[in-house]
């Protein structure tokens, strides 16, 4: 009973992070129709952002954060004007290909630019366990967690209740009747991507916290496809259940069927429910159903 426990525990924890992540997707699909396959390169990034300003820089914690939060912003803004607005009208392979190029630049560049810096970040707090009941949590780990959770909530409250958020909204609805009511659709999309930044420089710094940083930030983007298709692209409630859902089945699948399996069939368990929910339900669990007037 402990080590299932401390299974939905671990899953849960993984969840929030999971989801924080999944959220910089969402906000980019649901403002510009567009998949953003470079998400783990991201995420990545905004992580030896934060690394270089703690470790070289001695900008201190939240300086660093700060740092990295307004160059990662000036990044997306800049990609966004000088790439993707001249992509929109093209086909969409013309998007998808430009975000794999951009993942593979930012593999490459990042080993360059970073040579010397630590990829170590460590939150303030202690690394002390903590017990719940019968289940020992690492302090920190559970930090990540908490700041994850008052992330996406943040997130969630800003779209629901903000003018902004309103308007993110309406052009994720309908582009054209969004334009119609003077609405700048282009200043909205560039504001989606400079917040996928923030989220991104914010979700590598908790997960190379737990995971350790380099390149096992890229895996963590790739989990987010699992997610995000079984809560819904277009679905900021449904990328949050998605989440737990991943994360309380890579949790379970590794305590549970990787000893009687083999190793690693935790991590490709949501890709065996992605493929059960692409015959049920190809929206997603909370997406809107794309309907067509033939």
């Known amino acids: 009973m402990t080590f299932l426990a401390f ?10 992070l999971y989801a924080l992540t999944a959220l910089a997707f969402v906000i980019v699909y649901k403002a510009a ?34 740092v990295a939060c307004a160059g990662m912003t000036g990044f997306m803004l800049l990609f966004n004007r000088v790439v993707l607005q001249h992509l929109l009208a093209g086909p969409v392979i013309s998007l ?10 930012m593999r490459g560049s990042s080993q360059m630019i970073f040579t010397d810096v630590p990829r170590t970040i460590a939150l303030p707090v202690s690394s ?47 582009r054209q009747a969004a334009m119609a009511s003077g609405i700048d659709v282009n200043r909205y999309v560039a504001m989606a991507w400079s917040m996928a930044g923030t989220i991104c420089v914010l979700s590598g710094v908790l997960w190379t916290s737990v995971i350790g940083g380099g390149f096992g930030m890229v895996l963590v983007g790739l989990k987010v ?5 079984i809560g819904g692209l277009d679905s900021i409630a449904g990328t949050i259940v998605g989440a737990m859902l991943v994360g309380l089945l890579e949790s379970l699948a590794a305590g549970y069927l990787d ?21 049920v339900r190809p929206w997603g669990l909370f997406g809107r159903r794309q309907v067509e007037r033939v």
């Open 225 to 229: 496809f699992p997610i995000v298709i």
């Open 128 to 174: 002390d366990l903590l017990l719940i009941g019968t289940v020992a949590i690492p302090a920190d780990r559970l930090a990540s967690a908490v700041i994850a959770a008052m992330a996406v909530a943040g997130v969630a409250l800003f779209y629901r209740h903000s003018r902004t958020g309103v308007a993110l909204r309406a052009v994720a609805d309908d």
């Open 7 to 16: 299974l939905l525990v671990d899953g849960l924890l993984a969840g929030i």
């Open 259 to 279: 000893p009687v399996l083999g190793g690693g069939f935790g991590g490709i368990a949501s890709y065996l429910v992605v493929i059960a929910i692409l015959v």
């Open 96 to 105: 998808v290909m430009v975000t794999l190029g951009l993942g593979a630049l």
């Open 33 to 66: 129709r567009m998949i953003n396959f470079a998400l783990g390169e991201l995420v990545m990034f905004g992580a030896l952002l934060v690394a270089a300003g703690l470790h070289g820089l001695q900008l201190g914690f939240v300086g660093a954060i700060a």
